[in-house]
């Protein structure tokens, strides 16, 4: 017997992330989504809230090596077990593999509880004889064998093969089970100042004030790393617009644009609108931005961001940045393309893309980001300055398709981008006109910035 809903709990933590992981599995719903949701129906302290993300995240970014160790110790194959079950089980081996504070104890009544819960009376013996011997298992047996390097690393770090091979052919074995710890690990959490209403010092103040910790960022001049927050959207100079939430890394790219007062700008790709707020912001809300994207709830959230940072000079438009607008044909000083991508560089903050990706899927993504580019770059007037950025470490979806839009079009170039920070000065290649950032050297998101200008 499977049960759907059980709102008489919902402030037990451990059921939350249960169904999170269960419309995650049976819904593909997308987890910060299904966690939002799940999270605001319910009443829970700050720390269980916490604790609710730290189980959903922990079992998606170590899935693998955890449904690797079911298959060890069950003798009911994971195909045939209910997803209720198999998210149960997952749960309890997380807690009691990656948790030191829980004690395996509690992890595995917790379990057995919601085995019965969501299950029956004899669900609750199962998962129990399972945890149970894996709590007695020793180390070895917990997992697979490091002969067979792709295997054992893609099981034990949770990443699909075919990207595990893929980074040990471009970057070497030591590079890769870095970069594979890493996406296993939670990212800080980094806001940008709105500097049209704020200084980044004063900003800071305010949040020490709430008992929020906060440290200056090292790759921006408005950035901040804050830590013990919960539920960020909620906080009162949030909602007045006094920062935005957006990666260091992300920063990055509008500084690499250089927008200047009363300029035309086109962003072709913007929603959710990190990049178009922190332009408008460098343009002191002067000029004008065109800001484009192909779905309206997107672009409603862009709007929801502008009217929070008070800025004045974005202009929405739903407009598909696959097809060429002539309109705008050698309009602009600036365009932003930020383009669609397989977002390899952003898997610590989105581990379900690990698993939702394919290689196949990355083929059909380079056809689409070049076309836009083409595009794109034909809104530039002479001199004019094109930043093609992307939030994944893949060369054929970065470098490769500069490359061989600069080889077809000679009236491009790459030019030198000017460092913001020492962080910045470290990246020699900047010197060429392009750098590209990595989570296990940088400690910021995976990204890649380019900066092209129209020579005539």
Known sequence: MEMGDHNNSLDNPREIALKVLYEVDV?????????????????????????????????????????????????????????????????????????????????????????????????????????????????????????????????????????????????????????????????????????????????????????????????????????????????????????????????????????????????????????????????????????RDIYDHKLSLIKQNIDRLDIANIKLENYNALEFDSDLAGQADRVLLDAPCSGLGIIRRKPDLKWNKCSEDIQEITTLQYKMLENATKYLKKGGILVYSTCTINADENFNIVRKFLERNPLFRLIPITAISQRMKEHKEIEKGYFKVFPNIDSIDGFFISKIQRVQ
Request: aromatic fraction near 8%; include cysteine.
């Open 27 to 291: 819904n593909n719903a997308y987890s910060n989504i299904s966690l939002k949701r799940n999270l605001n129906h319910a009443f829970l302290k700050s720390v269980d809230r916490a604790f609710v993300t730290q189980l959903v995240y922990g079992v998606i970014k170590n899935k693998s090596r955890i449904d690797w160790i079911i298959s060890q110790f069950s003798k009911t194959p994971i195909k045939k077990m209910s997803p209720w079950v198999l998210n149960i089980l997952r749960l309890g081996i997380y807690q009691m593999i990656y948790l030191d504070k829980i004690p395996q104890s509690a992890a595995v009544n917790e379990s057995v509880k919601l085995g019965k819960r969501y299950g029956h009376k004899r669900i609750g013996g199962f998962i129990n004889g399972i945890l149970r011997n894996i709590s007695r298992a020793s180390k070895e047996d917990l997992q697979p064998d490091q002969k067979n390097t792709i295997n054992f690393l893609s099981i034990y770090y949770s990443h699909p093969k075919w990207m595990v091979e893929k980074w040990l052919k471009e970057y070497g074995k030591d590079f890769t089970v870095d970069l594979l710890k890493k996406n296993n690990e939670v990212p800080s959490i980094s806001i940008r100042t709105n500097t049209l209403k704020i200084s980044r010092k004063n900003l800071m103040e305010l949040l020490q004030k709430e008992g929020i910790m906060v440290r200056k960022g090292q790759w921006c001049p408005e950035s901040i790393i804050i830590e013990n927050v919960s539920n960020i959207e909620k906080n009162k100079y949030f909602q007045k617009g006094l920062f935005q939430v957006q990666d260091q890394s992300s920063m990055l790219v509008a500084h690499v644009l250089d927008p200047k007062e009363n300029q035309l700008i086109i962003d072709v790709c913007a929603a959710p609108g990190g990049k178009t707020t922190h332009i408008a912001q460098k343009m002191n809300n002067t000029g004008k931005i065109i800001a």
